[in-house]
T-cell receptor
Framework: DSGVTQTPKHLITATGQRVTLRCSPR?????VYWYQQSLDQGLQFLIQ???????AKGNILERFSAQQFPDLHSELNLSSLELGDSALYFC????????????FGPGTRLTVL | QKEVEQDPGPLSVPEGAIVSLNCTYS??????FMWYRQYSRKGPELLMY????GNKEDGRFTAQVDKSSKYISLFIRDSQPSDSATYLC??????????FGGGTRLMVKP
């Protein structure tokens, strides 16, 4: 158990809908990272927050957004969902602002029908 | 062409074998190199972290980086069935973004 929690574990929704994925980092970690893992694209970095502020942005679609709250938990919002958004979404956390030593959560499996 | 290439496998070996997993990369700015292990239906777990060229050993695991060839390796000695997982290489420059390989699926048979 990495200490990073993600909810929900599974999410099934329809195209065009909007969902919110939630992540609680390890106690004491200030950075939260979001990743998408699909069979064809592998594990791709989406976005990082450090102590409430956006720190780095990867291949995140405009339909996706994230935020980190004062208690350091983070939410990833996915809107206007498409079939191709079906994937595993991982959250990771680290103490510092760099991802060199980060701990991954168990993931949320999103299925868009 | 992807920035980080990794043979997807699967790689099947008998218990006790030495396993060699490899990644090649094209971005010469990458300085930090990591190996993650991912069990089925779980999140990746950091195994090894190295900076620059050379070898690093941790128990049965050895990570090797050859920056001149843009090639990194992970060796697993005395492989066990519990090592069966997908192994992901990851790397970055001085910034915040990790770039992952596609992963190699390893199966260690008793």
């Amino acid at each position: 158990d990495s200490g990073v929690t993600q909810t929900p574990k599974h999410l099934i929704t329809a195209t065009g809908q909007r969902v919110t994925l939630r992540c609680s980092p390890r106690s004491g970690d200030l950075s939260v990272y979001w990743y998408q893992q699909s069979l064809d694209q592998g594990l791709q970095f989406l976005i990082q927050y450090y102590n409430g502020e956006e720190r780095a942005k990867g291949n995140i679609l405009e339909r996706f957004s994230a935020q980190q709250f004062p208690d350091l938990h983070s939410e990833l919002n996915l809107s206007s969902l498409e079939l191709g958004d079906s994937a595993l979404y991982f959250c990771a956390s680290s103490v510092a602002s760099l991802p060199d030593t980060q701990y991954f959560g168990p993931g949320t499996r999103l299925t868009v029908l | 062409q992807k920035e980080v290439e990794q043979d997807p496998g699967p790689l099947s070996v008998p218990e006790g074998a030495i396993v060699s997993l490899n990644c090649t990369y094209s971005n010469s700015a990458f300085q930090y190199f990591m190996w993650y292990r991912q069990y089925s239906r779980k999140g990746p777990e950091l195994l090894m972290y190295t900076y620059s060229s050379g070898n690093k050993e941790d128990g049965r695991f050895t990570a090797q980086v050859d920056k001149s060839s843009k090639y990194i390796s992970l060796f697993i000695r005395d492989s066990q069935p519990s090592d069966s997982a997908t192994y992901l290489c990851a790397m970055k420059d001085a910034g915040n973004m990790l770039t992952f390989g596609g992963g190699t699926r390893l199966m260690v048979k008793p």
